[in-house]
């Protein structure tokens, strides 16, 4: 289980200091999958990003089954259990596909095993395994591999910041199916993601609601996702163009 206490983040910028989150508290359950939504600059990524390791917080404990992770660094968590996939993928001049999936399990898997988790995110294994993590693969590409070799951790909490970002409608429709799977065969961990997608909030178990760095809403998603239909924030999502977007 997550747990965060008291948890808070400031930055300085010219005007003073300002506060992206305020005394945040909040758990993520075992075997739950759970989606923190909320307006555009509430704090959705830098709350996933300190709960990696990414960022420092200002102030507050966060604890992974029970033990204070606030001053580990994003190493020590990612052993720890914890996998986390950015909202811009990462590229990587000089590492093929496989080997990230290699780094993923910590194992020297053949390739035939490798091409299971990229067939689990849709893509033809024969035609990237040997592909460098370059800007030769578009935006919808990385994200998908990226999610393979979150899957390829299996970690005890899985994070992913906004994973409907710059990818096509077909990758996202495909995105939600690994999502449910990943959902169903969920076992003594949990998945936190990051998302104003009304399709990725239908899935979850339980929706957190993050804005002006603070907790406006936290319940079981038949409880809180009808409060959201209609409110600036969805609406705007739905007009914002992306592909992955909302059934309008």
């Not at 990003?49 to 968590?77: H, N």
């Not at 949990?190 to 406006?216: C, P």
């Amino acid at each position: 289980m997550l747990e965060i206490k008291d948890l808070s983040f400031k930055v300085d910028t010219e005007t003073g200091e300002k506060k992206i989150l305020d005394k945040i508290d909040l758990a993520v359950p075992d075997n739950k999958l759970v989606v923190v939504t909320g307006p555009n600059g509430g704090g959705k990524s830098t709350l996933a990003k300190l709960i990696a390791g990414i960022l420092t917080p200002t102030s507050g404990k966060i604890l992974f089954d029970g033990q204070d992770i606030t001053e580990k660094t994003v190493t020590e968590r990612a052993n720890s259990g914890i996998a986390f996939a950015f909202q811009q993928p990462v590229r990587f001049k000089g590492i093929q596909v496989i080997d990230l999936i290699r780094l993923a399990t910590g194992k020297k898997l053949s390739a035939a095993d490798a091409c299971e988790y990229l067939s689990a995110v849709g893509l033809c294994a024969r035609n990237y395994i040997d592909r460098e993590v370059d800007a030769s693969l578009s935006g919808g590409e990385l994200k998908r591999i990226e999610i393979a070799s979150v899957i390829a951790r299996s970690g005890k909490l899985s994070i992913f910041d906004e994973p409907e970002a710059g990818i096509d409608l077909w990758s996202f429709q495909h995105l939600i199916k690994v999502f449910r799977k990943m959902r169903s065969n969920i076992k003594d961990s949990s998945i936190l993601i990051i998302s104003h997608q009304e399709r990725i909030l239908e899935i979850a178990d339980e929706i957190i609601v993050l804005k002006d760095g603070n907790i406006a809403a936290h319940g079981p998603k038949d409880e809180i996702l009808p409060t959201l239909m209609g409110t600036p924030a969805m609406i705007s999502a739905c007009r914002s163009g992306d592909e992955g977007g909302y059934q309008c």
